[in-house]
């Protein structure tokens, strides 16, 4: 699959949550994101490397707020720098200006008159060229989404992919001992992760999980504990994950759980996992190798905790739960 290369320009320290939020939705797109704003360029070596960073990318983006930025000896930023450069060698620019740069807060506003007139001139003059405008951190990075998208497909570029496999004799003597240590690897970490888990509660074991209610639903919270054997509370609550869910998902599963197992005591209305517990039985589960947090690409909004099984979970999970002939 192709990837693109897209430099990341602009000031540092006022626009930290804004490259965040850039640099999450260049990744979102498989794009590879370029910025040099941890290193800045303060001599000429710094600068040839950043041009030469310039040089190799895809597409160029602005990003301007209420700085101008650290100048050169001439007095020009060398965030404008990069932008005249990108544009002298005819990499595509898109440009993202703050939509009302006289509210941004003073602490990330130029307070110099005259880096203030150079600001302004700078927004002048990426106007000439494609522009867009933000408010807000999260907005940014949707509008960067949708326009670097429409841009890839009315500019498409060279763009990178992986290198041709040669085929020789020594490469693939080369790919054999690779997979041989990959495999030794492999093997290593199942025999130290066996030796880890040994001293743990596991299978027929017992976990207490601490539990609040109100009786008849009245009244304040009681906590009290149930032993659960390890091998049913994950069978019977870890269902949800196999094709991964919600942290909220899970502890709703798990609080019907133990519903279910004090069935026999009517009088508890409500019933709620204390949250600390909760946390400690998705650490155990995660300890024995049985699930993981999921990676699955989402929202930049969602930011929630998914949780999915392993293939040791799936399973474990499936030897506990499929039905087995009657002798």
């Known amino acids: 699959m192709k990837k693109y290369s897209v430099f990341v320009s602009s000031t540092y320290k006022d626009l930290v949550e804004e490259r965040k939020e850039v640099i999450q939705a260049l990744l979102e797109l498989d794009c590879i994101p370029i910025g040099m704003e941890l290193f800045p360029a303060t001599d000429d070596d710094q600068w040839t490397l950043i041009k030469e960073l310039i040089d190799d990318c895809d597409y160029y983006i602005l990003i301007l707020g209420g700085r101008y930025g650290s100048l050169n000896k001439d007095g020009i930023s060398y965030t404008q720098m990069e932008y005249e450069y990108a544009i002298e060698i005819g990499v595509p620019v898109i440009s993202f200006l703050h939509q009302s740069p006289g509210e941004i807060i003073a602490s990330k506003s130029e307070k110099d008159a005259d880096k203030i007139l150079k600001l302004e001139n700078f927004r002048t003059l990426a106007s000439k060229k494609m522009i867009k405008t933000w408010n807000s951190p999260q907005d940014l990075g949707s509008v960067v989404s949708r326009s670097l998208i429409k841009l890839i497909r009315t500019k498409p570029r060279v763009g990178w992919v992986k290198a041709d496999k040669i085929s020789s004799n020594e490469a693939n003597l080369e790919i054999f001992e690779l997979r041989q240590k990959i495999y030794d690897l492999e ?21 207490n ?17 149930i032993p659960v054997k390890i091998n049913d509370l994950f069978s019977k609550t870890c269902t949800v994950l196999i094709d991964e869910a919600k942290e909220e998902i899970y502890k709703y599963t798990l609080d019907a759980y133990i519903q279910h197992l004090i069935k026999h005591s009517p009088e508890f209305k409500e019933i709620t996992v204390i949250g600390d517990n ?34 040791k979970g799936d399973n474990l999970i499936t030897q506990l739960r499929a039905q087995k002939k009657k002798s």
Do not use: C, M, P
Not at 187 to 207: A, R, S
Not at 287 to 300: F, P, T, V, Y
């Open 187 to 207: 093997e290593q970490l199942k025999n130290e992760h066996l030796n880890e888990t040994e001293n743990l509660i596991q299978g027929d074991d017992f976990f």
């Open 209 to 225: 999980v601490n539990y609040a209610y109100k009786l008849n639903g009245k009244g304040d919270w009681i906590v009290t504990s």
């Open 278 to 311: 909760l946390k400690l039985i998705l650490i155990q589960f995660k300890a024995l190798g049985l699930i993981e947090k999921s990676d699955r690409k989402r929202s930049l909004k969602d930011i929630g905790t998914y949780w999915q099984l392993t293939k």
